[in-house]
């Protein structure tokens, strides 16, 4: 298993080989485009940059440990199977030489009739030996095909590692086509979406005023048109109110 150093993450230089400096060097391809491209401003650029620092160190170190880990497991994995696969041997070996042996008292059996009964408890004692190394066999099988269980829990386990880091990556490109271009951006259609409210919510209220206003010197001339109208109410205010209304409209 390789040991984790620095040298793995970054050589401290601009274009070196660590992860860390390869994600950045990507990485200050894409910015340098988009701020050529003036879709990060001057006043944007070290907040970007900065983030995708922050983003790139934190991605190589996890990736560096995941790797860690799945190498570090499949050696384990490794020996363990190797170690099976002894104990397997071995008891093989046992097995037969067990078999030897029982072939053996039959045939002490067959020709010494005296020692029947002693060779026949020998015999039952071999062939319960024979039955634990059978358990024993079994055990190892089924241990063997946990392992491979194990094994492909981990082959999954690092397919969900890449597919979060290129989740995290599209995150990060999602986020910099946010902040990317603040007048073409989504932020920018909001920001003209809020404006456009602002205006109508202004045009409401002078259509509303004028309105009143109108509605107010309607009323009063169909009651009484000798009547003088309040000084907010001349016909001149009346008709600045319907005037901007319209300009505004």
Do not use: C, W
């Not at 986020?175 to 003209?192: R, Y």
Request: glycine residues 6%; charged residues 25%; hydrophobic residues 40%.
């Amino acid at each position: 298993m390789t040991d984790i150093t620095v040298a793995t993450i970054t050589d401290g230089i601009i274009g070196g080989s660590g992860v860390f400096d390869k994600l950045m060097e990507a990485t200050n391809s894409h910015i340098l485009r988009e701020f050529e491209s003036n879709r990060i401003t001057a006043t944007d650029y070290a907040t970007v940059y900065l983030g995708a620092i922050q983003s790139a160190l934190s991605t190589s170190l996890q990736f560096v440990l995941q790797e860690q880990q799945s190498e570090a497991q499949a050696d384990l994995l490794k020996q363990q199977k190797l170690n099976l696969i002894d104990d397997l041997i071995t008891n093989e070996k046992q097995r037969d030489n067990i078999v030897a042996k029982t072939n053996i008292s039959d045939a002490e059996l067959l020709n010494v009739p005296k020692q029947g009964a002693i060779l026949t408890s020998q015999n039952n004692n071999l062939i319960a030996e024979r039955n634990v190394i059978n358990v024993q066999d079994d055990k190892i099988l089924a241990e063997i095909a946990t392992m491979f269980k194990q094994r492909t829990l981990l082959d999954k386990n690092i397919l969900k590692a890449q597919s979060e880091i290129d989740l995290l990556n599209k995150k990060i490109s999602t986020e910099n086509g946010q902040t990317a271009d603040i007048n073409g951006g989504v932020i920018g259609a909001q920001i003209a979406l809020y404006k456009k409210q602002k205006d109508g919510f202004d045009r409401d209220s002078e259509q509303k005023a004028a309105k009143i206003m109108a509605d107010i010197y309607s009323v009063q001339r169909s009651t009484d048109e000798a009547a003088a109208l309040p000084l907010g109410l001349t016909g001149a205010k009346i008709t600045t109110a319907v005037d901007k209304m319209n300009a505004n409209a």
